[in-house]
C-alpha cells in the first residue's frame, strides 16, 4: 500500500512538472518583463527599507515617497551613465560595426595560419577536419551568439508595453510586498499558510542573496576588465568591458564568453598582447572566485553545476538569451517549492 502511495506521489509530481513545462513554455514572452522587475525590486528594496523604516534604523520617510527617491536615485545613475559612458560606447560600436568583418576575417586567416604549421606534423586526416570543423564552429558560435544577444536587446526594446511594464511592477513589488506575500497566503487553506509562508521566507531570502550579489559581482567584473583592457591598450575597451560585466550574470560560461571577444582582438593586434589579456582575465576570476563570490554571494543556490547548466539549455530554447541569464534563480526556486512539498 505504501509503495502504491509513493508510485502515485511520483505520478502527480511528474505530470505537475510536465504541466509546468508547457506553462512556462506558453508565458516565455511575458516572463522577461516580470523577472526584470523582480531584480530591479531586490536592488531598491534596501534603500526603500531604510529610507522608509523607523528611526534609529531608517529615516521613517513614508514609503511611496522612499520608492520615489530610489527610483530618483537610479535613475539619476542612469543618465549619468548615458552622459558619459554611452556617447563614446555608441562610437566604439559604430567602429567596431564596421571593423567586425575585417576582424572576422582575420582572425580565419590567423587560424588558417595555424592549420598550415600544424600540417606539417603529419596529423591523420580525421583530426585535421575535427580541428578544421572545431574552428569553424568557434568563430560560428561567437558570431551567432553576439547576434542574438543584439536581436534579443532589440526586440525587447521594441516591446514598449513590456517596458513600460516593469518600472509600474517594480513600484508596487516595493510599496505592496507584504500585502502581495499575504494575498499568496490568503489563496490557500489556512492550514497551510505557515507552510507557505515559510516557502516565500525562503525563496526570497535566496533570490534577493542571490540578485544583489551577482548585480555588484558584473559590476565589479565590468569595472575591472574595462580598466585593465584599457591600461593593456586593447581596442574597444568600454564595448569588451560592458560584455564583461553583463556576461558575468551568466554561470559557469559567463566569464569565459566575455573573455574570448577581448583575447580574440588582441590577439589580432599582437599574440603577446593577448596573452596578456589571457593573464588579466584569468587574475580576475581567481580573485572573484576564491575572494569575491564567497564573500558577495552570501547564500549560495546549493544547486549543482551539471543541473544548472541543463537548465540553461532549456530555457535558452525557451526564452533565447534571457534563459541563460534566469535559469540559475529559477531552478533554485523550483528547487525550494520540490523540497517543500516533499517534506510537506
Not at 85 to 103: M, V
Not at 202 to 231: E, R
Not at 307 to 321: E, R, S, V, W
Amino acid at each position: 500500500m505504501k509503495e502504491l502511495v509513493l508510485n502515485k506521489n511520483l505520478i502527480f509530481r511528474f505530470i505537475g512538472i510536465i504541466l509546468f513545462i508547457v506553462f512556462f513554455y506558453y508565458i516565455s514572452d511575458a516572463l522577461a518583463p516580470i523577472i526584470i522587475s523582480f531584480i530591479l525590486f531586490y536592488i531598491l528594496n534596501p534603500l526603500v527599507i531604510k529610507l522608509s523604516e523607523k528611526q534609529p534604523k531608517g529615516l521613517n520617510i513614508p514609503i511611496q515617497i522612499s520608492i520615489v527617491i530610489a527610483f530618483i536615485f537610479a535613475s539619476c545613475i542612469l543618465f549619468l551613465l548615458f552622459k558619459f559612458i554611452l556617447p563614446p560606447l555608441i562610437a566604439e560600436f559604430k567602429i567596431f560595426g564596421k571593423n567586425i568583418s575585417h576582424y572576422i576575417e582575420n582572425t580565419r586567416i590567423v587560424l588558417q595560419n595555424i592549420r598550415i604549421w600544424y600540417a606539417g606534423y603529419s596529423i591523420p586526416q580525421t583530426v585535421d577536419t575535427a580541428i578544421t570543423q572545431s574552428i569553424d564552429g568557434v568563430i560560428k558560435t561567437i558570431v551567432a551568439m553576439a547576434e542574438q544577444t543584439i536581436r534579443s536587446i532589440l526586440i525587447f526594446s521594441s516591446k514598449f508595453i513590456q517596458i513600460i511594464t516593469i518600472p509600474i511592477l517594480t513600484y508596487y513589488l516595493l510599496k505592496d510586498k507584504n500585502t502581495i506575500k499575504k494575498g499568496l497566503i490568503s489563496l490557500a487553506p489556512s492550514k497551510s499558510h505557515p507552510f507557505i509562508n515559510r516557502v516565500l521566507d525562503k525563496i526570497n531570502n535566496v533570490l534577493n542573496n542571490y540578485v544583489k550579489g551577482v548585480f555588484l559581482l558584473c559590476i565589479f567584473i565590468g569595472i575591472t576588465s574595462t580598466i585593465g583592457l584599457f591600461l593593456l591598450g586593447v581596442k574597444y575597451f568600454l564595448i569588451l568591458g560592458l560584455i564583461a560585466g553583463i556576461t558575468e550574470a551568466i554561470p559557469f560560461i559567463g566569464p569565459w564568453i566575455g573573455g574570448v571577444p577581448a583575447i580574440i582582438i588582441a590577439f589580432l593586434s599582437s599574440p603577446i598582447l593577448a596573452l596578456k589579456v589571457f593573464m588579466l582575465y584569468l587574475c580576475i576570476q581567481v580573485l572573484e572566485n576564491t575572494i569575491l563570490v564567497p564573500k558577495i554571494l552570501g547564500i549560495k543556490l546549493d544547486l549543482h553545476p551539471a543541473a544548472i547548466i541543463i537548465a540553461m539549455l532549456i530555457l535558452g530554447k525557451l526564452m533565447g538569451t534571457w534563459g541563460l541569464f534566469f535559469a540559475a534563480p529559477i531552478l533554485a526556486v523550483l528547487r525550494i517549492l520540490y523540497l517543500e512539498i516533499q517534506e510537506g
